[in-house]
């Protein structure tokens, strides 16, 4: 794999992995930003997204985002996309130019964030609609009316989109709420669509294996295992198990497979756990399409 070190540059997918060079507050992130500066969140709401630096880290996340998902998930500009933990708009801050002629849906737990997108995104941008999903979360959203085992359901029809995201989404669900995540996907994924989903792999985990940056930090020391009905993961802390967890590809596979879902090819390792010289991502990736 070769690495571009000009920091100048925006991120590259090269030779099927990301390369990711530090945005910087010049010409590069201004085109970016361009007139919309005003969709940007307050640097306090940036911060509650678990990012290292307010702007550059919430940017380049979108960005990295947009190069994957026509790289590997099948984006086109007129695509129908699906955000699933959309969070404030990181993806969809860059797919505001992307979508030429497609539509973007984005749902997420957290009322704030939708509420902050309704009011600022959606008036500029007609064709990204935002969604509240009241689901309960021990890490995002503890009140949610929904409980995490209840019956999670999506506002759209069969078959509406082409393109699902779960940018980090799995890394924050237990398997029981997976599955009927993965349900819902697999309901509304069109023919030929695909869903990407970044988390952390535990089959390439070693808590020995030196990691650097922010996944070597205690909140990705997988410690402790958690069960429910629909299997077994392991999350950092069992007092809020959805604040960090990881899955064994094992488990994944088969939950995807009853709700009708296949992976398009093996997952691509990401840089987190150290497993991977030629990592993708900073998570591990995992395509999937309608079996």
Not at 61 to 74: I, K, M
Not at 201 to 222: I, M, N
Not at 236 to 261: D, H
Request: aromatic share 10%; with cysteine; net charge negative.
């Amino acid at each position: 794999m070769t690495i571009s070190h000009d920091r100048s540059t925006l991120p590259t997918v090269v030779d099927g992995a990301l390369v990711r060079p530090a945005l910087r507050a010049d010409a590069a992130t201004r085109y970016c930003i361009s007139a919309d500066e005003d969709l940007l969140p307050p640097p306090a709401m940036m911060l509650r997204e678990e990012i290292d630096s307010v702007l550059e880290d919430w940017l380049a996340w979108g960005v990295e985002w947009t190069l994957l998902l026509r790289a590997f998930g099948g984006l086109r500009a007129s695509s129908r996309v699906l955000d699933l933990g959309c969070g404030l708009g990181r993806v969809a801050f860059p797919l505001r130019r992307a979508l030429v002629d497609g539509t973007y849906d984005g749902v997420d737990v957290v009322r704030e964030k939708i509420d902050f997108l309704r009011e600022r995104f959606t008036p500029r941008y007609p064709a990204f609609r935002f969604h509240l999903l009241d689901v309960a979360n021990t890490a995002y959203n503890p009140g949610g009316a929904v409980a995490h085992d209840g019956d999670i359901s999506l506002p759209f029809d069969d078959r509406s989109f082409d393109v699902v995201i779960g940018a980090s989404l799995f890394t924050h669900l237990v398997p029981i709420t997976a599955r009927r995540y993965l349900a819902e996907i697999g309901r509304l994924l069109a023919d030929g669509g695909r869903c990407t989903l970044s988390l952390f792999l535990l089959d390439v985990f070693d808590e020995g294996r030196p990691r650097t940056g922010l996944s070597a930090g205690e909140a990705f020391s997988f410690a402790h295992r958690y069960t429910d009905e629909a299997g077994a993961v392991a999350v950092s802390s069992l007092e809020s198990p959805e604040l960090m967890v990881a899955w064994p590809l094992g488990l994944l596979e088969p939950l995807a497979a009853a709700a009708g879902l296949r992976l398009v090819s093996p997952p691509r390792l990401g840089q987190w756990s150290g497993a991977a010289a030629d990592w993708t991502w900073w998570q591990d990736l995992v395509v999937l399409e309608r079996s």
